[in-house]
């Protein structure tokens, strides 16, 4: 979900909650809306039946930013989202759903571990799906946030979507973001991905569990998930592994002396990455590309990693072969884009200054570390990591 603070200007600043002619301004914003939402199919009906009464909801821009999957340890996001009990929920709908899980894994490639685990992951089975008005949520984004173009388009799939009678209008209910359902498709995801397990029409993913696990393959599958790949595995590195790279042929590792923790063979082929996300001194993974596809859902490793590892034990594969070390650095935001504005000084980085460390990130450590000779060269770093960049970099 986008994320980010209101630019405050005298020419685009909606005006402050609670001020004289807020709820005006609000009304007013929604009815320039209505030659978009006309050249897409919607009629006035719509229109005005969508929006009759709406208030805005100050709760959902107060919500944007908070993202505890970026804000955390990855250790403890793991822990609490692959939990013993949402393992038992996923593994009872596991049995209760076999037959359409084998027919929906057969029509779009993807394991039913996967499937169960990103309804897991997205809702908690239904549990969690939210319960705010999607429409009501949007339009506050729209009218609020600096991302208005944003959610200006997902309101506006939204309207198009009650337009196709898809939904009722008081089933529309999701998350403040605007995210619908069981699986937590925006509207635009909604409109492309959502689909029926069986027959023609619209899929309800709030009340048919077959039509969730649908939709989510169709969507994992559009976004490019190969059925002849898993989504990766738990490793064990040898002690003398020299770290020379990241990236590698699934071969190549095995021949360097990486090994499955479960004992099985690694894939023959394909391009695999190593992952620690603790360091060379907790668990070790690698990630196919399939990993990357789970990242399109929720471009967060915490999330990724979780929903991968919350499949396995879904369908009867072992825990963690490593425990996660104890007093592990957890880098604040701030820290984390001072460590990625050292890297771009040194010319290791070019990504985004935003604090959130993915692989272009880990791979501009691995980087630094060779050349610094700071081992184990693990991506990630120790607790004197920032230390060693300012003294590199002048910092």
Request: hydrophobic share 45%.
């Amino acid at each position: 979900m986008p994320r980010g603070e209101p630019i405050a200007t005298a020419q685009n600043a909606p005006p402050q909650a609670g001020s004289r002619g807020e709820e005006s301004a609000f009304r007013t914003f929604l009815e320039t809306l209505w030659p978009q939402a006309s050249a897409r199919g919607v009629s006035r009906a719509t229109f005005d039946q969508a929006f009759a009464g709406l208030t805005e909801d100050l709760s959902a821009p107060a919500a944007v930013g908070k993202q505890p999957e970026f804000e955390r340890l990855l250790s403890a996001y793991f822990t609490e989202a692959v939990s013993p009990t949402r393992i038992a929920r996923g593994q009872a709908f596991a049995q209760r759903y076999r037959r359409e899980l084998a027919e929906i894994e057969h029509r779009y490639g993807v394991p039913r571990a996967i499937l169960l685990a990103a309804w897991g992951m997205e809702s908690d089975f239904g549990r969690m799906r939210g319960d705010k008005d999607v429409i009501r949520s949007l339009a506050t984004l729209a009218f609020r946030r600096k991302e208005r173009d944003l959610f200006v388009e997902e309101l506006l799939n939204a309207l198009v979507i009650l337009q196709k009678d898809a939904i009722p209008r008081n089933k529309m209910k999701g998350s403040w973001a605007g995210a619908m359902g069981d699986p937590q498709f925006l509207p635009s995801a909604f409109l492309k991905y959502a689909v029926r397990y069986s027959g023609d029409g619209f899929a309800d993913i709030w009340d048919k569990p077959a039509d969730t696990l649908a939709s989510i393959g169709n969507y994992l599958r559009a976004s490019g998930w190969n059925r002849a790949l898993p989504w990766g595995l738990e490793v064990i590195v040898p002690a003398n592994f020299a770290f020379t790279t990241l990236h590698a042929n699934f071969r190549d590792f095995a021949a360097a002396g990486i090994r499955a923790a479960d004992g099985s063979a690694l894939p023959v082929e394909g391009q695999a990455t190593l992952f620690l996300p603790a360091g060379a001194g907790g668990p070790a993974f690698l990630l196919s590309d399939n990993y990357w596809v789970l990242k399109v859902y929720n471009n967060s490793d915490s999330y990724a990693l979780s929903l991968a590892c919350l499949g396995d034990r879904i369908v009867g594969r072992a825990g963690l072969h490593a425990a996660w070390p104890k007093n592990q650095k957890l880098w604040s935001r701030s820290d984390k884009i001072e460590i990625q504005k050292l890297l771009t000084r040194l010319k290791l980085y070019k990504g985004t200054l935003d604090g959130k460390f993915g692989q272009a990130s880990r791979d501009a450590i691995h980087a630094f570390q060779i050349a610094a000779h700071d081992a184990p060269a693990d991506g990630i770093g120790g607790a004197d990591l920032l230390t060693l960049l300012r003294a590199r970099a002048g910092g």
